[in-house]
């Protein structure tokens, strides 16, 4: 009788202990699932955690979860999450960057208005960074660049080997630079920053410690006081191509920004882009809008011919290097800085518009920007809306601005369809839908692109006259 107590007990501890062990066992097998909201959008779990567990993966991916349900995160039900497998880098795009209140994809398709009540809310409602913010913030680096939201992967084979250099020209409003700088990043690119020497020293060091969280991102020491109309505008452009040119040797292109603007391309696309350029120079250039900005013009030196045109291009490596080194730009530059009207106005299109002079990708033919629909040499590095266009007459939506036009979100089914690489200009605060779902476009077309759902063919962008007749 004794005997047979003593089995059923022992029975009876074995089995609490196995019961407790398969217990452990199912808590260790689900503790990877307890996790909060945020942890979710940015944690992976490896390989070998995953096969431990007897899941079947491929080798060399990982495993993402991600919440389908809008409620919040109990992190105890499986069920609430779906499993895919992903190369590491698409965890990117596991978060959707949508814009509240409004479904920008129906403002891109045609022009609506926005519910005057609703639109006010969104105002009021949406939180504006300050530079004390991002002071803050960028205190831990690694948890600033993951919480905005930066892709920090080359994402494709052609951006990693195809390095694109950035200036951008600043003067107000840090937060919207920095969705800038979040909307153009790339790990292989470079950019270079100049901050106006009249701006506070609040927003210099915000932009700096932003800088100090990237290993390509920087701030020039040296800051102009810009002036319109003077060599000073040119000046950060300058100082900034040969940082640029110093620090870095692989990049490809050269593009200048100010912080009005925005990308109308992915960076895959302005890859493509360049790539179909094959070496030459996307600079706007007149002749015949050039009457009466220098004088003395028969003492203009190395027998070039003056014209004028935007200070923003989009020009190769080569363009660069003579810019910076040669001495005959740095004769012209002297010589337009004395007897020049607007000087940064004149010199990037006049390098460009001499064949003589051998800059690399410079235009061989008739130096005078034409209509994207003639062949010989539109302007697409920027696209402007102007007041008192040249050549284009497009209705303005937003508002005019010194003779631009600062788009709204009235203007978005026709920026949708652009085919310039930037937009020039966007007032963040005065306009916030408008540069809230053109964000949202170029992250959903990257997303799209990565995932294999959207193609771009840059071969429209290689016939053109200034492409295929330039100086090698």
């Known amino acids: 009788m004794s005997s047979k ?121 949406r939180k504006v960074s300050t530079p004390q913010n991002y002071i803050e913030n960028t205190r831990n680096c690694s948890s600033f660049i993951t919480d905005r939201g930066y892709i920090t992967h080359h994402l494709t084979a052609e951006e990693r080997n195809f390095p694109i250099a950035f200036s951008i020209l ?99 696309e302005l890859v493509k882009i360049l790539q179909a350029y094959n070496g030459s120079n996307d600079v706007e250039t007149s002749v015949r809008d050039f009457t009466d900005r220098c004088v003395n013009k028969t003492s203009a030196p190395h027998g070039i011919r003056v014209s004028k045109g935007a200070v923003h ?26 007897s020049c009207y607007i000087p940064d106005e004149a010199f990037f299109t006049t390098l460009n518009h001499n064949p003589h002079l051998g800059v690399p990708g410079a235009y061989k033919g008739h130096p005078e920007t034409t209509a994207m629909e003639d062949s010989r040499k539109p302007y697409l590095a920027r696209f402007k809306n102007r007041e008192r266009p040249s050549i284009y007459h497009f209705t303005c939506r937003g508002k005019w601005v010194r003779g631009m036009c600062v788009y709204s979100y009235k203007d978005l089914p026709f920026l949708r369809s652009r085919r310039e690489l930037f937009a020039n200009k966007f007032h963040l605060h005065t306009f916030p839908v408008a540069y809230e779902c053109m ?23 290689s016939s053109f006259d200034f492409v295929t007749n330039k100086v090698e």
């Open 170 to 268: 600043m003067y107000k409003d840090v937060d919207q630079v920095e969705r800038l700088l979040r909307a153009i990043y790339r790990p292989q690119n470079i950019y270079c920053i100049h901050v106006d020497s009249k701006t506070d020293d609040t927003l210099y060091r915000a932009i700096k410690n932003i800088s100090h969280c990237f290993d390509n991102v920087f701030v020039l020491n040296k800051r102009v006081n810009v002036k319109w109309g003077e060599m000073s505008v040119l000046e950060p452009e300058l100082l900034c191509m040969k940082e640029l040119l110093t620090r870095n040797k692989r990049w490809k292109y050269f593009i200048n920004l100010t912080g009005q603007e925005f990308p109308l391309k992915t960076n895959y």
């Open 439 to 461: 964000e949202e476009l170029i992250f959903n077309r990257t997303r799209d692109e990565f995932q294999g759902k959207r193609k771009f063919n840059a071969s429209w962008y």
């Open 5 to 125: 107590i003593f089995v059923d007990c022992r029975t009876f501890v074995i089995t609490i202990i196995t019961i407790f062990f398969i217990f452990y066992l199912y808590l260790s097998k689900f503790s990877f699932f307890i996790m909060t909201q945020q942890t979710l959008n940015k944690t992976f779990i490896s390989t070998t955690s995953f096969r431990l567990l007897g899941v079947s993966i491929t080798e060399n991916n990982d495993i993402g979860y991600y919440r389908e349900s809008p409620r919040n995160v109990s992190g105890m039900f499986i069920k609430e999450y779906k499993q895919r497998t992903y190369i590491r880098n698409t965890a990117y795009f596991l978060g959707k960057r949508n814009v509240s209140f409004f479904n920008c994809s129906r403002l891109f398709e045609s022009i609506v208005t926005l519910n005057d009540t609703l639109y006010d809310k969104f105002r009021n409602e």
């Open 313 to 338: 291009v989009a020009v190769s490596r080569g363009f660069a290097k003579f810019a910076i080194y040669d001495q005959r730009a740095h004769d012209i530059l002297t010589w337009m800085n004395k």
